[in-house]
Structures are given as structure tokens and as C-alpha cells.
């Protein structure tokens, strides 16, 4: 077989590299596998064969599959053969191709077939990425890096699905299966019951809330409760430092207030080591600069170190910056968010985000998913939306709610009482028609009046310093 020189022209490997017999097999593969057709249908260039008449069948293999989504079959070689007037007309090329057919399919019992299909993938997505790093050098030479970066992840994608999708009546038991989705578990029981398990591979979540009510605090819970299911994390984090976002954390898993840690060490190496937790990786990225293409070069990185995770956290989606990018700021909203999707599903991982609320949900009780800031069209690419609501007299009395705004795997427009204390890493979410629940619920009934004992307090102890 062939191979590209550094200008991208087809030259000729070691001879005994991919031999004449190697070359057969390939065909016989070709014309007998359909499914391995499929998948190598993107990257499969028959000019990198050397045997002349290989080239010719593979070529036609190529494009009789793209019209009629098929192999075919000796009497369409006929065909296409009476079709090509230079080979019509060249008995001695004619008989070349029928008995290079002929040839491949000597090798239909040979045991390494397996083997010939790897090798030959290997080859053509290799041969595939040198030609488009080639074609990238007037884009570097033009300072376009995002047409680089596109070429190079189209390259590395091409010949990667041998899925040919879901079929109907074959797949019935798979799309009943419970790993169908495979969903990673929140860690809040009462969430995952109505997310079917949790959010599975290649989908979205979002927490809404306005600035200060938690979604930060959320996420981290998220994290290490995700932690405590042995799964693994990457917590991509846009706002706060790296070392902010771990203190977070060990709150959580210590109780201690994230100002007493420091005074805590032993404990919270103690309990971060006592326990059978899966991995966390927290990546800092700048606001308003960093994209997708950043992220996906962090989780190439992460593949080659073997550190892939089961669930990404991006907080949060708000800040980001589109690839593509418009004038108007909804429209650049509704593109941020597409990618995220885009993202969850290139990665096959879960990804749960953040966003910001409007400013006049600050007293509503419940936050609903058109309370997302500065766009609406977010709410579409994202599989669950879920609400924080937290008005002052919740901060006091350390009570909150969580409103199932949107839920594509069970039902939605229940809201869930919660207990949050984010002094000593507490977010705890209860069913509503539990004794623990109906306790929350007269705890943020009376928060009212828990308001009025508060402000009173403050007002006797400015009296007490007038004095």
C-alpha cells in the first residue's frame, strides 16, 4: 500500500510493509463485510493501494456504496467494467480486475481477518491525518488556528462510529436495556429517581439560580457525591481557583467551615483517604476567552494519561466563549450551550453546567427554566433544567428549593425542599411527602417570621453599640 510525502503526493511504502496477499484480504473484506465498509467508508482511499486493478474495484466498491448504500455484486462489476471505456477496451486490464476479484476470495477463511481490519483502519485514518495536517498550513500561515484545530478533530473522528444506528425492530431488548444511557447518579436519591438513574452519556444538565444562591455550591456537591460513587470527575472551572473549588469540596466531606480547614488538615486528609472515592481533576480556565476547543484539547490530554473521566462539570456555561460567534449575545447564549451538547456528545460523558437567573427571580419561590439569563434558546440543547431558589429569609433559616424545571427522562414541575448550609458544606434534597421533607417545608413557612426575629436582633445590637 501507499503512502503521502510531506507535500501530501501518494508515494510508495517498503514494499513488504503491506504485501500483495495483505492487499487481497483488505478486498475480500471490502466486498464481503458491509458493516466494516461503513466504518471505513470516510477514510477509505483506494489510490493508497499499489496494485493498480485493487484501486479500481475499491474505487467502484466506494462509489457504487455512496449511491445505493450496498456492496456490489459481480454482475454490477460488469457493469462498470462495459462503463469504463479504458477498461472495456483493454482486455488485459479486464482480465487483471476480474482476477484480482477472483483472487480476494481465496482468503475468505483465513483467520486473520480481524487482524487485515485493524491494520487497514490504522492505516487510512493515519493517511488521513497527514493529509489534513498538510492541508492546515495556509490556515496557520493565516493565524487561523480554529480551522486548524476543525481540520485536525474532523481527521481525528473520521472512521471512529461503526455504529450505523438504531434499528427498529432488531433492537427492541437494547433500547429497554438499563445501560442503554448509562447514566451517572447525582447522588441525591430523590433526583435520581426522577432522572431514570441520573444523566447519562451524552447529555446535558443545567442549574439555574440568580448570583450567590448556590449553583457553584451545587456543583461541588455534585462532584463529591459523584466521587462517593467511585466514579470519577473533571471540574472545569471558570470562575474561582482551582484550590477554592477543592476547599469547597472538602467541606463537604470534612463538615468543617471552609475558613476553619486550614486549623484541619489531618481530618480532611483523613477523611479524603479513609474513604473509597473515585478521582477528581479540577482544570482552571479564564472567563469570557476560554471555548469548547480548549476543553476537548484538556480531555485529549486526559486520554493519553489514561485519566478519562465519567462525568464532566462545566461552572459555567454563561461565561464561556462561542466558537462561532454573532452579534447579538442571545444568539452567542444559544451557541455556547449548542456546544456544550456538541461537547457531551463527542465525549459520550454526562455534563452537568450552570447558568444564571434573572434578577427578578430573586423572589419567587421557584425558578423556572425561562428564567434563564440573556437567552431563552439555552433551555433547548439541555436535556434537565433544575431551579435553585433562595430568598433571604432561606439564607437565614438555611432552607432552599429545587424546582425539576424541564426533565426529558421522567416527569418535571416538582420541587424539592432542601437543607443548605454552605458554612459547613451541607445540600441536602428531600422528597416533599417525607417527615424530613414536611420539616423543611414549616421550617421555610416560618422563614418569614424567622426574617422578623433576625432583623430585630440586628436592630438591638446597633442599639446596643449607639449606646
Known amino acids: 500500500m501507499k503512502s503521502v510525502d510531506e507535500n501530501g503526493t501518494v508515494v510508495s511504502t517498503e514494499a513488504n510493509d503491506y504485501g500483495t496477499t495483505f492487499q487481497h484480504k483488505l478486498l475480500y473484506v471490502l466486498l464481503t463485510d458491509k458493516v466494516f465498509l ?57 482480465y487483471s480486475i476480474l482476477k484480482s476479484i477472483e483472487e480476494s476470495f481465496k ?9 487485515v481490519k485493524k491494520t487497514a483502519k490504522d492505516f487510512f485514518k493515519n493517511q488521513n491525518l497527514a493529509k489534513a495536517i498538510y492541508e492546515s498550513i495556509d490556515y496557520l500561515k493565516t493565524g487561523d488556528y480554529d480551522k486548524v484545530r476543525e481540520k485536525i478533530d474532523d481527521a481525528f473522528k473520521a472512521g471512529d462510529s461503526g455504529d450505523l444506528g438504531h434499528d427498529y425492530k432488531d433492537d427492541l431488548e437494547q433500547r429497554y436495556s438499563e445501560n442503554k444511557r448509562n447514566p451517572v447518579p447525582t447522588g441525591w436519591n430523590i433526583l435520581d429517581q426522577y432522572l431514570d438513574g ?51 469540596i472538602d467541606s463537604i466531606f470534612t463538615g468543617i467551615n471552609t475558613h476553619d480547614l ?28 476560554t471555548s469548547i476547543n480548549h476543553l476537548l484539547s484538556h480531555v485529549n490530554r486526559l486520554k493519553m494519561l489514561g485519566k ?22 442571545w444568539l452567542n447564549q444559544r451557541q455556547i450551550f449548542q456546544e456544550i451538547k456538541s461537547f457531551a456528545q463527542v465525549t459520550e460523558r454526562p455534563v452537568w453546567t450552570a447558568s444564571q437567573a434573572n434578577q427578578s427571580e430573586g423572589s419567587e419561590d421557584i425558578v423556572q427554566a425561562n428564567a434563564m439569563q440573556r437567552s431563552y434558546a439555552k433551555v433547548a440543547p439541555c436535556n434537565v433544567i433544575l431551579g435553585l431558589s433562595r430568598k433571604i429569609e432561606d439564607k437565614l433559616s438555611e432552607t432552599g428549593r429545587i424546582h425539576m424545571a424541564k426533565n426529558k427522562f ?28 414536611k420539616n423543611i417545608l414549616e421550617k421555610m413557612n416560618n422563614g418569614n417570621e424567622v426574617l422578623r426575629t433576625r432583623m430585630s436582633q440586628k436592630f438591638k445590637e446597633f442599639k446596643e453599640r449607639e449606646k
Open 308 to 329: 478519562f473521566p465519567d462525568l464532566f462539570i462545566i461552572d459555567y456555561g454563561d461565561v464561556m466563549s462561542p466558537q462561532k460567534k454573532f452579534q447579538q449575545d
Open 410 to 437: 421522567g416527569p418535571d414541575g416538582v420541587t424539592f425542599p432542601c437543607r443548605i448550609d454552605n458554612d459547613k458544606g451541607v445540600f441536602e434534597i428531600y422528597n416533599p411527602s417525607t417527615e424530613l421533607g
Open 38 to 94: 461503513e466504518e471505513i467508508f470516510e477514510i477509505l482511499n483506494p489510490s493508497l493501494f499499489d496494485v493498480s486493478a485493487i484501486q479500481w474495484v475499491s474505487s467502484v466498491i466506494k462509489t457504487h456504496y455512496q449511491e445505493y448504500r450496498d456492496i456490489p455484486d459481480l454482475d454490477s462489476f460488469q457493469v462498470y467494467i462495459a462503463k469504463d471505456a479504458l477498461v472495456a477496451n483493454n482486455t488485459a486490464q479486464k
Open 107 to 115: 482468503y475468505g477463511k483465513s483467520n486473520n481477518l480481524e487482524l
Open 198 to 248: 441520573g444523566l447519562g452519556a451524552g447529555e446535558l444538565g443545567a442549574i439555574i439560580a440568580m448570583s450567590s444562591a448556590g449553583k457553584s455550591w451545587w456543583l461541588c456537591h455534585l462532584a463529591a457525591r459523584t466521587m462517593l460513587n467511585g466514579k470519577s470527575v473533571v471540574y472545569y472551572n471558570l470562575e474561582d481557583s482551582d484550590a477554592y473549588i477543592g476547599i469547597r
Open 262 to 289: 486550614i486549623h484541619h488538615l489531618d481530618t480532611v486528609r483523613k477523611k479524603i483517604t479513609e474513604k473509597a472515592i473515585g478521582n477528581l481533576i479540577i482544570k482552571t480556565f479564564p472567563s469570557e476567552i
